[in-house]
Nanobody
Framework: QVQLVESGGGLVQAGGSLRLSCAAS????????MGWFRQAPGKEREFVAG????????LYADSVKGRLTISRDRAKNTVYLQMNSLKPEDTAVYYC???????????????????????WGQGTQVTVSS
């Protein structure tokens, strides 16, 4: 059983930065993949970024490439999402998620599918003002 707790959200002006954290209780096994998703009001949950726990290999949605960076600290059982050059359209609740196997990680369509993740955090609100 894994529990995920996000933190670091808040209100920021366009062009600003935030760093989200996702602390995992329970051991994250080496074959896990971790993901960040977001959901804006009235929209479906969408994939933002993913990371392979063992190797640190990453995948990103095109809309965030070059602005958002996912990373992990295995010693702290924590995943981060560094968010730079934020835009109003980045406003959403951001969720951390864990997939208990990473075999298909390099298949973007698989890693970006929310229903492949077994564990979810409660979400943290990010609001970007224009």
């Amino acid at each position: 059983q894994v529990q995920l707790v996000e933190s670091g959200g808040g209100l920021v002006q366009a062009g600003g930065s935030l760093r989200l954290s996702c602390a995992a209780s329970g051991r994250i096994l080496s074959n896990y993949a971790m993901g960040w998703f977001r959901q804006a009001p009235g929209k479906e949950r969408e994939f933002v970024a993913g990371i392979r726990w063992s190797s640190g290999e990453t995948l990103y949605a095109d809309s965030v490439k070059g602005r958002l960076t996912i990373s992990r600290d295995r010693a702290k059982n924590t995943v981060y999402l560094q968010m730079n050059s934020l835009k109003p359209e980045d406003t959403a609740v951001y969720y951390c998620a864990a997939d208990t196997q990473d075999y298909f990680f390099r298949d973007y369509s698989y890693t970006a599918a929310a229903n492949n993740y077994e564990y979810w955090g409660q979400g943290t609100q990010v609001t970007v003002s224009s």
